[in-house]
């Protein structure tokens, strides 16, 4: 920490605003003890090597820490009573990571890794309901036997450490083992989309995947039931560091090709702590999730908060908006997730005298509608926004208790920075929408790298900034808007069109259930540009025609944002975390219109 010594100290408080420090320590000399603490307990190896270790764990960004906390940790250990202070706190007993109802031992960085936080959670509390789904439950315990039983399977299938397991099944007590389960033998969980078919499939499994395990109905030498049955349980885990990957999880590829990204076992144990704290979640909560295990949403903010509280997390199949409300009362659910249209899908429900028959406080999820106070008032409970990616996790987020404007997913959470830039690389002025880049001072809070992509992985991450291909703006009071994805902007006779806009405007129609707008070559020629093309879904028994619905939008919207074809469809097929799935979008077909008339 020398080198830290001859930087130029700045404002504790300063600091903490920028991200820059977690904490602010009250007592620096207590600080560096706890970091001597903290190095007994590492194996035995070289001081300084430790010394190293630990001096990057602790301090993400050591030239920004304050000065006199810096000096005090860099005097206990590199001045010459080093090695007998070091002595001193090896001979003390280790202490065991214990799990506390509030998490802070995620914080304190005692428990990093997944493994770690299950054996926690059932020493803790082994009797308590953890796992609801389709009228089945499980606790902590028979969760862990479970576990431990697939791992005794997947090990006698002479699954090792590294190993890459593909899991192709549905929503299940038994898909959510299987992570567990693989990441107990130090493997690699890798669960895909079971809709998934022909070339898409082809892409997305990894070539040299261990195991197929299947679904727990089919029979087979690789079957669920066999493999839980095909030797003893494994009950101790393989040591594993926060740094071992723990999965691979695909983005949902609504704009492009779906990319596996490589996660950490902290960084799964980071994003639950981020919803936690963002959310006051409780460890009295039911937290349901109706999106699928092969999402960031079940696993990372459903299943891992819930073990990091000792909570339950309550799964669907699928979601569904006839069921959507049935199934949050089954459950007995308090706190549910939302995504892409489902708000909206279930707000255009008809109203009915059960809305607020319910147990739920809150809801969570992205993005957050224009008619977010009416869906409150009807339902009986507040909704929160944020900003996320399987990239990024969770690095904006609203805060509970203060006011946020109209359409702002919150603010910068401690900890990440983020700019916004033009084409050129140059930072825009406040409320100027721009490209989002973003990083984050704590280890392993984002993604390690795209799987087997190191081409792209250099490009996303190029002057060590993720880009995320999403386009953003800042106000002056740091408050974030998310703009839309750089893909999902129109650029059509000089003007941007910002896709979601466009949706938002037609879903105020009483005839319209959702709609998609994109991008389709200009009739005018290549080269011309895109015209604007609507995808309309409308309420069974609707007579309402292309030619009515382009009518009322020239009324509506600004010129520009007037589509140039509308198209009346069946169905608008989704993702299976309800995003509209604008790849599978028709480029032919609809009623053109001349906009300009």
């Not at 000065?67 to 090695?83: G, L, P, T, W």
């Not at 996320?388 to 609203?398: A, C, I, K, T, Y």
């Not at 880049?437 to 984002?446: D, E, K, T, Y």
């Not at 009739?523 to 540009?529: A, F, K």
Request: proline residues 6%; aromatic residues 8%.
């Amino acid at each position: 920490m020398h080198s830290s010594s001859r930087t130029h100290p700045i404002d504790a408080d300063e600091a903490l605003k920028l991200g820059l420090l977690k904490e602010i320590s009250n007592d620096p000399k207590v600080r560096a003890l706890e970091l001597a603490r903290q190095l007994a307990e590492l194996p035995s190896v070289s001081l300084a090597s430790s010394k190293t270790s630990l001096e990057r764990t602790l301090f993400d960004n050591m030239e920004s820490c304050l000065k006199d906390e810096v000096n005090v940790a860099s005097h206990c250990f590199a001045q010459s009573d080093a090695a007998l202070g070091y002595a001193h706190f090896a001979a003390r007993k280790a202490t065991t990571p214990r799990l506390g109802h509030d998490t802070k031992d995620v914080a304190k960085g005692k428990i990093r890794d997944l493994n770690t936080a299950l054996s926690s959670s059932v020493a803790n509390y082994p009797k308590r309901p953890f796992f609801r789904f389709g009228g089945r439950g499980a606790t902590f315990q028979q969760f862990d036997i479970a576990v431990g039983a697939l791992a005794g399977g997947l090990r006698k299938a002479d699954i090792a450490p590294g190993d890459r397991v593909l899991a192709m099944m549905r929503n299940s007590v038994e898909m959510a083992c299987s992570w567990m389960a693989v990441n107990r033998l130090g493997a690699i969980w890798v669960p895909i989309n079971p809709e998934l078919k022909s070339v898409t499939l082809k892409t997305q499994v990894i070539e040299d995947a261990s195991v197929f395990v299947k679904s727990p109905d089919r029979a087979g030498p690789q079957s669920f039931s066999n493999l839980m049955d095909l030797a003893p349980p494994v009950t101790e885990p393989v040591i594993v560091t926060p740094a071992t990957t723990s999965a691979l999880l695909y983005t949902s590829g609504t704009t492009g090709k779906s990319r596996a990204c490589v996660l950490s076992h902290e960084y799964f144990l980071l994003q639950a702590k981020a919803l936690i704290d963002s959310c006051e979640l409780r460890d009295s909560d039911v937290l349901y999730c109706p999106f699928p295990l092969f999402h960031l949403d079940a696993t990372a903010l459903t299943i891992v908060p819930a073990l990091l509280l000792g909570a339950v997390a309550a799964l669907s199949v699928r979601f569904s908006a006839s069921k959507f409300w049935d199934e949050i009362r089954a459950t007995e659910a308090t706190v549910y997730n939302y995504m892409g249209a489902t708000l909206a899908i279930t707000y255009k429900q008809q109203p009915n005298e059960r809305d607020g028959d319910h147990n739920v406080r809150r809801a969570w999820g992205v993005p957050l509608p224009n008619f977010a106070q009416e869906y409150e008032q009807r339902f009986g409970h507040s909704l929160l926004t944020l900003y996320g990616s399987v990239e990024s996790g969770l690095p904006v987020f609203q805060r509970l208790g203060v006011p946020s404007p109209q359409g702002s997913c919150g603010r910068v959470r401690r900890g990440y920075q983020i700019r916004i830039i033009n084409e050129w690389g140059d930072e825009v002025p406040a409320n100027t929408p721009g490209h989002l880049l973003i990083r984050s001072g704590h280890p392993n809070a984002m993604l390690k790298e795209y799987f087997g992509d190191p081409a792209y992985t250099a490009s996303a991450f190029r002057n060590l900034w993720l880009h995320t291909g999403d386009l953003a703006k800042v106000d002056e009071h740091g408050n974030m808007y998310f703009v839309g994805r750089d893909k999902d902007v129109v650029r059509r006779r000089g003007e941007n069109d910002n896709a979601k806009e466009v949706e938002d405007e037609f879903f105020c129609h009483p005839d319209v259930v959702v709609a998609a707008a994109y991008g389709v070559p200009s009739q005018l020629g290549p080269g011309t540009e895109d015209d604007l093309k609507l995808a309309v879904q409308l309420h069974p028994g609707s007579t309402v025609t292309e030619d009515e619905l382009w009518q009322w939008s020239a009324t509506r919207v600004a010129r520009f944002q007037v589509p140039s074809v509308i198209e009346i469809v069946q169905d608008i097929k989704r993702t299976p975390t309800g995003k509209l799935d604008k790849s599978a979008m028709p480029l032919v077909g609809g009623k053109w219109f001349d906009i300009r008339k």
